[in-house]
């Protein structure tokens, strides 16, 4: 039963932010955008952490960040009564564009570079 709830930990970790939810009246775009804020909290705090220990700045935390935030907002726009389709539009083509840099960032990261051997 243990090992069940090991493995399963994030449907009952989703159960009870479903049951806080309802709980609460709540309504769901609301938590959504409380859920997104709370992951962008994560990831700066992962980034600045990561600086702390290694002196450096992993690129994919600051676009993860600014893809998360992005997309909260792109759900705040389009909850709105008045939507502005220019606007949503537009960060949707943002969020696109992260996802563009994210990808280069984990192709071309130091770290999977080939390492060049020295002749001597």
Sequence with gaps: MVSILKKNYQILLSIFIFAVVIGFHIPFYKAIILLLEFIVIIEVVKMISD????RKIRLRFAIDIFIIFLIRDIIILT???NKDYFDIS????????FFIFRIM?????????????KNK
């Excluded at 071309?108 to 060049?116: A, D, V």
């Design 51 to 54: 600086f702390v220990e290694k």
């Design 79 to 81: 909850t709105n009564q």
């Design 90 to 97: 537009f960060l949707i083509g943002v969020v696109f564009a």
């Design 105 to 117: 960032a984990l192709k071309y990261s130091p770290s999977n570079m080939p390492k060049l051997k």
